[in-house]
């Protein structure tokens, strides 16, 4: 006999349980979409951090280049001010050695003269150095003069100086005031014991010089002329 199975119909259920489950698979896709979204946002704000403490870092940066760079410039400076310093001292020891060299030199010459000069009194013709320079027709002299006495009282004098040579096949005689280069050169001084007088003069193109003859008188005294001849030769070697 054939079993009759009644069953109660009911569509609201049914209708709830599509939404429920439609309402699970929206929120389950929501979630999995929003979740990709925030992630994609929060990527870019820690991207933007990332950015911004890297600038922050490269301006720093920067900035350490900016006070590195002041401070190499101002090593620069110092090392060429250094340098420099160190440059102006060397010369000025060369100067100092070149100087003290010609004091000595000096000083042996003056010695040689007085020592020379011991056994002469009164007023002589102590000697005459002279010079060459580069150029073959220029030279420089150095004139020495001395009065030993028991005075050291001044005495004024007067000297020519006479260069005797030859001029191609003719004798000539050179006087110092017509060859001299300095325009202030004067015959005439005052002196009490010693006395240098310095000066250069140029022969003329051709002029072959044999002697220099120095004459010296002493100013207001009966005193003969001094009068000394150097040899050319024994000038200038």
Known sequence: MPILVVKKHRPLELVLYCSVLSGLIALVVWFWLD???????????LSSKKTKTLWEENRKLQDDNLVLQDKVLMLERLT??????????????????????????????????????????????????????????FFRYKLILTNVGKSDNLIKVSFDMLIEGMHGADSQTLNLDDIALATTQTNEIMFNNFERIEGSFAFPVGFKPIRIVVNLRQKFSNSPVIKRIFEWADLTG
């Open 35 to 45: 979740t990709n979204h925030w992630g994609v946002i929060r990527g870019q704000l």
């Open 80 to 137: 060429r001010l250094d340098h420099k310093t160190t440059v102006e001292l060397q010369q000025e020891i060369r100067n100092l050695q070149d100087k003290l060299y010609q004091l000595s030199g000096e000083l042996e010459f003056y010695e040689g003269i007085m020592s020379s000069s011991i056994n002469t009194k009164g007023l002589n013709i102590q000697g005459l150095y002279v010079d060459r320079t580069e150029d073959p027709n």
